[in-house]
């Protein structure tokens, strides 16, 4: 965790949750919790446009805001408390089945023509061949890519940059990062899977009393059948370091 700098005799430092927010894994829905528990004024969230300088966010804010804060959300990677030292933070995040996610991305992007990659997806024809042609970093890894901090503010075009090269192989020390800070204590990772128990985890440190929830921003059940062998294949094998974390993760459920 970062150091935090010395204030004045008797202020207290305040502890800020940071949901590392990974498309596709049920992030909105903590969103819906967390404005049931909190009002929006203690709540920053980082999307769009703003994923790619974060730290320009927290700069905008004024003095009794940031004092305020009880939780940051977004599409950001690891590392945002480098830029609070005023602050402690926690990181949680979920993470999800790569078959599952990938497919997901892929269904939510090939259905809504104002995603960014639309017109590439339906030009490409399937998921085993957007993902061989490295269409997007989020097909690649991209859990240990945002979670690890290692690949820029998130590796999502348009917006974040993109650090570690695309290939099957490229991400292993994003992997062993990611774990490091597991092991470490760092970050607390769930599964979409397991949903209610990473949501009873975040509660609790939270102090949040109202852990009722729907479903938001939810796309249409998940069965093998979507896929073909290739696009199975090709998921897996451009997703292994993700599929061994969720693994990880999962059997830190059971």
């Not at 498309?23 to 999307?47: C, D, F, K, S």
């Not at 995603?115 to 024809?125: F, N, P, R, T, V």
């Not at 509660?203 to 896929?227: C, I, Q, V, Y």
């Not at 073909?228 to 090709?234: E, M, W």
Request: hydrophobic share 35%; aromatic share 10%; charged share 20%.
């Amino acid at each position: 965790m970062p150091n935090v700098a010395k204030l004045p005799k008797g202020v207290s430092i305040p502890e800020i949750g940071v949901f590392l927010h990974v498309p596709r894994t049920g992030g909105t829905t903590v969103r819906l919790v967390a404005e049931a528990n909190l009002p929006l004024g203690q709540i920053l969230a980082i999307y769009g446009p703003d994923i790619e300088h974060p730290e320009q966010c927290l700069q905008r804010l004024h003095e009794p805001t940031r004092r305020a804060l009880k939780l940051i959300r977004g599409h950001i990677s690891f590392g945002i408390h480098k830029h609070m030292p005023w602050a402690r933070c926690y990181y949680f995040t979920l993470v999800r089945n790569p078959i599952q996610r990938v497919w997901s991305l892929w269904n939510y992007a090939y259905r809504h023509k104002a995603h960014h990659l639309y017109e590439a997806l339906h030009e490409l024809g399937s998921i085993g061949a957007a993902v061989r042609a490295g269409v997007s970093v989020e097909f690649n890894n991209g859990m240990c890519r945002q979670l690890s901090g290692l690949d820029g503010p998130f590796p999502q075009e348009p917006y974040g940059s993109t650090l570690i090269p695309y290939g099957p192989d490229e991400t292993e020390a994003a992997f062993e990062e990611v774990m490091e800070r597991v092991d470490l204590r760092q970050i607390s990772v769930g599964t979409t899977e397991y949903f209610d128990a990473f949501l009873y985890v975040l509660a609790e440190t939270m102090d949040w009393k109202n852990r009722d929830h729907g479903k938001a921003n939810t796309g249409p059940p998940f069965h093998n059948s979507f896929l073909s062998d290739d696009d199975h294949a090709a998921i897996l094998e451009y997703n292994k370091h993700d599929t061994r974390l969720w693994e990880f993760a999962t059997s830190m459920c059971d």
